[in-house]
């Protein structure tokens, strides 16, 4: 595929990514504390996160090594960011998280699988086919050095409260607390908002249209998912910190 026609199909993508976020903001997506077995048969939450997030480093990793333009140290650090995210959502999250009895819709599961296997086969097509820019003087561009430590802060935000949320119910998986300390302090979800960080670092070091399209999917899909947790929290806890935000500190 030349690359005219796949940045084509790229913005049909991304203008697909804003319904889905519209869509959203009205539709809570049935899992976690919002899962219901009105929409179908469900399996174990635990076995679901996994097989939802495996297909996307097996997709990208299939088109990725079958790609035809060099891979130099650069294309393989980019490669390699991308496997270290999931490596940590499909093989370590889902065995940590305390999530005793819990089902996940598996119409959810199969819709997550989608998405991972349409993104994860964009990334590493592009990444093994059509990257043209990723010489080594690339190391040097402002463009890879902040991207690479705004990724890195994400997913240190990420995993931070990960593990605060992991550690919250480690005694009783049945009972949601208020979490407090880090980020929390700030906003109801710094996970949300460190994995958004994170792919935003990924797209401006990689300085690509289809990195680019993975952050603008996950904008759209955690915003709305944040501005639900955020209302949870205040309508389950009447001393729910009011100052607050969902999940931008100061703004939303």
Same mark, same amino acid.
């Given at each position: 595929m030349d690359k005219v026609t796949f940045n084509l199909l790229l913005w049909g993508w991304i203008l697909l990514a804003v319904l889905v976020l519209i869509v959203l903001l009205f539709v809570?997506?049935?899992?976690?504390?919002? #899962?219901s077995g009105k929409w179908g048969v469900t399996i174990s939450n635990?076995?679901?996160?996994?097989?939802?997030?495996?297909? #996307?480093?097996v997709v990208f990793l299939i088109f990725f090594l079958r790609? &035809?333009? &060099?891979?130099?140290?650069?294309?393989? %650090?980019?490669?390699g960011l991308f496997l270290l995210h999931y490596a940590n959502r499909s093989l370590i999250y889902p065995f940590r998280i305390k999530t005793k009895g819990k089902k996940m819709p598996l119409l959810v599961v199969s819709m997550a699988v989608f998405f991972n296997v349409a993104n994860g086969s964009i990334l590493g097509y592009s990444l093994g086919n059509l990257q043209a820019l990723y010489s080594p003087t690339w190391m040097s561009d402002f463009r890879?050095? #902040?991207?690479?430590? @705004?990724?890195?802060?994400?997913?240190?935000?990420? @995993? $931070?409260?990960? &593990?605060?949320?992991?550690?919250?119910?480690k005694n009783n998986?049945? &009972?949601?607390?208020?979490?407090?300390?880090?980020? %929390?302090?700030?906003? $109801?979800?710094?996970?949300?908002?460190?994995?958004?960080?994170e792919w935003l670092g990924y797209a401006l070091l990689c300085w690509s249209l289809p990195a680019f399209s993975f952050f603008?999917?996950?904008?759209?899909?955690?915003?709305?998912?944040a501005l639900n947790h955020h209302r949870w929290y205040r309508q389950f806890f009447p001393e729910y910190p009011v100052q607050r935000k969902a999940v931008f500190p100061w703004i939303l």
């Amino acid at each position: 595929m030349d690359k005219v026609t796949f940045n084509l199909l790229l913005w049909g993508w991304i203008l697909l990514a804003v319904l889905v976020l519209i869509v959203l903001l009205f539709v809570k997506a049935p899992y976690g504390r919002y #899962s219901s077995g009105k929409w179908g048969v469900t399996i174990s939450n635990r076995w679901g996160w996994f097989l939802m997030e495996i297909i #996307s480093p097996v997709v990208f990793l299939i088109f990725f090594l079958r790609g &035809e333009t &060099e891979k130099n140290f650069i294309v393989w %650090f980019i490669a390699g960011l991308f496997l270290l995210h999931y490596a940590n959502r499909s093989l370590i999250y889902p065995f940590r998280i305390k999530t005793k009895g819990k089902k996940m819709p598996l119409l959810v599961v199969s819709m997550a699988v989608f998405f991972n296997v349409a993104n994860g086969s964009i990334l590493g097509y592009s990444l093994g086919n059509l990257q043209a820019l990723y010489s080594p003087t690339w190391m040097s561009d402002f463009r890879f050095i #902040s991207g690479t430590l @705004l990724f890195f802060t994400g997913m240190y935000i990420n @995993l $931070s409260a990960d &593990e605060k949320l992991i550690h919250l119910r480690k005694n009783n998986p049945d &009972e949601y607390r208020i979490p407090f300390g880090g980020m %929390f302090n700030l906003i $109801s979800c710094p996970n949300f908002f460190g994995e958004m960080v994170e792919w935003l670092g990924y797209a401006l070091l990689c300085w690509s249209l289809p990195a680019f399209s993975f952050f603008v999917w996950t904008f759209c899909n955690l915003v709305p998912r944040a501005l639900n947790h955020h209302r949870w929290y205040r309508q389950f806890f009447p001393e729910y910190p009011v100052q607050r935000k969902a999940v931008f500190p100061w703004i939303l």
